[in-house]
């Protein structure tokens, strides 16, 4: 079975599914059976699908409208 | 007065000793580049091989190549040095002003007036080199090694001259005044459109000289290169008859290309593309969009910026350094200190701006190499070429279709905003009004993602939407509106970054980012989004990702936030592939240790 280094190394390229075949089968398998290196995957996962899910960084549309006003605006005034 | 800053080195700099002990002062050349000792070293390393090692010609001779070739591109501070060199080495002021008058009447032999006249094609009128120019000299009793050996010896006298002429140093002696009826440079200033045509093919297989086989197992340089392009490129192999040459050559464009610690690299690959095909060199525009590609930059971006950059999708700031790099390369003698002046305005560093001079000459010199020693075309060539059709620079395509809004017939299909891109184009403000209201969340993410701060990102918002405004009439539909619109957004915000000298975040840099290793090995809850409320699960998230360091926050906020691909962000930013990973995991492992106390099974409801 390989170690957690040698899972660690390839570890970011499983998050991103950018893995043959092959290597992924080596990574389940430890994952299946190394504690530490499951619970790693497994909240890493979570981090990134609460990072995904959670909306960050909207613009409340009352600051969006303003900035758009200020900009048609300034383009209203460029043409006439 | 040079025309950038200079700064004192330490006594013991390697190259100023080894200058002071051979020539008794260190040249003002070097000393103007002071601000960036890995040129000089790089320059000096590549001088020492072509000019004093090579066995196929005299030192005298190879000074007497410089000389002429500083002359005919006006360049009055290397034909004062070479002139010095030449009488130190014994000849006379009487010959030397003899080879600056009219190298055909002063007494030379034939073979080495041919030699000579060839030196000199390749330098001013490249375009029209070809194998009968070296079976001229081969006819004269010059071997494969003399060959290489010539055409190294004007590859860096170009190099030289297009550094002396961005730089300006003071020359070291009585400056000697060309003759006044001299004209200028036959240089003509090719147009980039014509360059489709250029001389890509010639029915080869081989250079024009002999080589020998360089394992990339046991000749390091080789390895570098196989790294860098997956091969060993025909214009590397070319040079295989010296080693000693390719092995400084290759610190040289370590020092000038690969270091990313002033200019990045994609703006570096950007000055080599403009300036190759602007000496309209289809081999090495396609060697460098080839590597532009590798940095996530679409075949069509590529293809722009060797047509006409001023149609990509550069920043204002880096289309003057283009514009800087290529007048450079085609008019050298005109560049004056307004041009220095101009780009300092658009707040490049002096260092910056010798790395584009350092750049552009490299980038002339690999070019004489690879016309000089006929090193056949091994790299896809940007699709533009494929299909043998000369790009119009975009406004002019579009006068020639009558009016504005005319768009490609594949965008319509595909792109749910052709229709209002269409009338925003034509100039109908309302239609522009709603396709940035479509997109004002991803361009405000864009530029969060960069910036970091909600005020200045707000700010920058109301530039990047004025500015796609201004552009809007450029767009050509190869890309969706909102990928081209977010790289305006982007392009806005990273110029902001520069303007504040914050480049600290986007350099590649090694950062070990191997020895980070996750500290936090407690489970998370089964369904952690379920722990907190919504609201405060974002408030966490935004906290967490404002507080990381801001090379982590930006590679994390364009791939999670924004979903962009990998490659994509690599792009963006100016990094590699793999660099760009490795700072992806980081970040998101620094953001999940920042996130776990409120997820943990030991978590409550803890305080935010």
Same mark, same amino acid.
Do not use: W
């Given at each position: 079975m390989i170690t957690c280094d040698e899972f660690f190394a390839e570890f970011g390229d499983y998050l991103e599914s950018q893995? +043959?075949?092959?290597? %992924?089968?080596?990574?389940?398998?430890?994952?299946?059976?190394?504690?530490?290196?499951?619970?790693?995957?497994? +909240?890493t996962l979570k981090t990134l699908k609460i990072v995904t899910d959670s909306s960050s960084f909207e613009l409340p549309a009352s600051v969006t409208d303003r900035i758009i006003d200020r900009v048609m605006a300034k383009l209203r005034k460029g043409q006439s | 007065m040079a025309f950038l800053r200079e700064v004192r080195l330490d006594d013991q700099f390697g190259p100023f000793v080894a200058y002071r002990a051979n020539y008794g002062f260190v040249p003002n050349?070097?000393? *103007?580049?002071?601000?960036?000792?890995?040129?000089?070293?790089?320059?000096?390393?590549?001088?020492?091989?072509?000019?004093?090692?090579?066995?196929?010609?005299?030192?005298?001779?190879?000074?007497?190549?410089?000389?002429?070739?500083?002359?005919a591109l006006q360049d009055t501070y290397w034909v004062t040095a070479r002139i010095a060199t030449l009488q130190s080495l014994g000849v006379s002021r009487f010959q030397v002003s003899q080879l600056l008058e009219n190298l055909h009447q002063a007494g030379l +032999?034939? *073979?080495?007036?041919?030699?000579?006249?060839?030196?000199?094609?390749?330098s001013l009128d490249w375009q029209t080199v070809g194998l009968e120019d070296i079976e001229k000299l081969r006819s004269h009793q010059f071997d494969d090694f003399a060959i290489l050996e010539a055409v190294l010896t004007c590859a860096l006298a170009r190099f030289f001259s297009v550094l002396s002429a961005g730089l300006r140093p003071e020359p070291d002696f009585e400056p000697y005044k060309l003759s006044a009826g001299r004209s200028a440079p036959a240089t003509k200033v090719p147009d980039r459109r014509s360059? $489709?045509?250029?001389?890509?093919?010639?029915?080869?297989?081989?250079?024009?000289? %002999?080589?020998v086989y360089l394992s990339p197992k046991t000749f390091a #340089?080789?390895?570098? /290169?196989?790294?860098?392009?997956?091969?060993?490129?025909?214009?590397?192999?070319?040079?295989?008859?010296? #080693?000693?040459?390719?092995?400084?050559?290759?610190?040289?464009?370590? $020092?000038?290309?690969i270091t990313a610690d002033v200019l990045s690299r994609i703006q570096k690959e950007c000055i080599f593309v403009a300036v190759s095909a602007a000496i309209l060199n289809s081999y090495c525009v396609?060697?460098?969009?080839?590597?532009? %590609? &590798?940095?996530? !930059?679409s075949p069509e971006e590529g293809d722009q910026i060797a047509f006409d950059h001023h149609q990509s999708n550069l920043s204002k700031a880096d289309k003057s350094l283009l514009d800087f790099a290529l007048k450079l390369a085609v008019r050298p003698s005109e560049v004056c200190r307004e041009d220095i002046d101009g780009l300092r305005a658009l707040s490049f560093t002096d260092e910056q701006i010798l790395e584009c001079v350092a750049l552009t000459a490299?980038?002339?010199?690999?070019?004489?190499?690879?016309?000089?020693?006929?090193?056949?075309?091994?790299?896809?060539?940007? %699709?533009?070429?494929?299909?043998?059709? /000369?790009?119009l620079?975009?406004?002019? *395509?579009?006068?020639?279709?009558? &009016?504005?809004?005319?768009?490609?017939?594949?965008?319509?299909?595909?792109?749910?905003?052709?229709? !209002?891109? *269409?009338?925003?184009?034509?100039?109908e403000l309302g239609a522009f009004e709603e396709l940035i209201r479509r997109h004002s969340s991803s361009v405000y993410r864009a530029l969060m993602a960069i910036l970091g701060n909600p005020e200045e990102s707000q700010d920058a918002m109301q530039d990047a939407l004025l500015s796609a405004f201004k552009h809007i009439g450029g767009f050509q539909g190869r890309a969706k509106f909102s990928t081209w619109l977010i790289s305006i957004a982007r392009n806005t915000a990273l110029q902001r970054l520069r303007d504040r000298k914050d480049t600290e975040s986007l350099d590649e840099g090694v950062e070990g980012e191997e020895e980070f290793r996750p500290r936090q090995i407690r489970a998370w809850q089964d369904d952690p989004e379920q722990i907190h409320s919504k609201s405060e699960t974002k408030k966490l998230v935004e906290k967490s990702i404002l507080g990381l360091p801001s090379k982590y926050r930006i590679v994390v906020m364009l791939r999670d936030i924004e979903q962009l691909s990998t490659e994509e962000v690599a792009r963006q930013l100016g990094l590699t592939v793999p660099a760009l990973k490795a700072r992806l995991l980081r970040g998101r492992l620094m953001l999940r240790e920042s996130l776990a106390p409120h997820f943990t099974t030991a978590a409550g409801k803890a305080a935010i």
């Open positions: 893995i +043959s075949p092959e290597v %992924r089968q080596e990574l389940e398998q430890h994952l299946s059976q190394c504690r530490a290196c499951h619970v790693l995957y497994d +909240s | 050349f070097f000393r *103007a580049q002071a601000l960036l000792p890995r040129l000089i070293e790089a320059q000096a390393a590549l001088e020492g091989v072509i000019l004093m090692e090579g066995k196929a010609f005299s030192r005298i001779q190879k000074q007497k190549i410089h000389l002429v070739i500083a002359a +032999s034939t *073979a080495e007036v041919a030699l000579l006249d060839f030196c000199l094609k390749l360059f $489709a045509h250029g001389p890509h093919q010639h029915g080869r297989k081989d250079p024009y000289i %002999r080589t #340089p080789f390895a570098g /290169v196989l790294k860098t392009h997956g091969f060993i490129p025909n214009v590397y192999r070319a040079q295989s008859l010296r #080693p000693d040459v390719l092995e400084a050559a290759s610190s040289s464009v370590r $020092a000038i290309l396609a060697a460098h969009c080839n590597l532009l %590609r &590798g940095f996530g !930059l490299l980038s002339n010199y690999v070019n004489m190499l690879q016309i000089g020693l006929g090193a056949e075309p091994d790299f896809e060539l940007p %699709r533009g070429y494929e299909q043998n059709k /000369v790009h620079p975009e406004a002019e *395509a579009r006068h020639t279709k009558e &009016g504005l809004g005319v768009l490609p017939s594949a965008m319509a299909a595909e792109d749910p905003d052709a229709g !209002l891109v *269409a009338r925003a184009q034509a100039g």
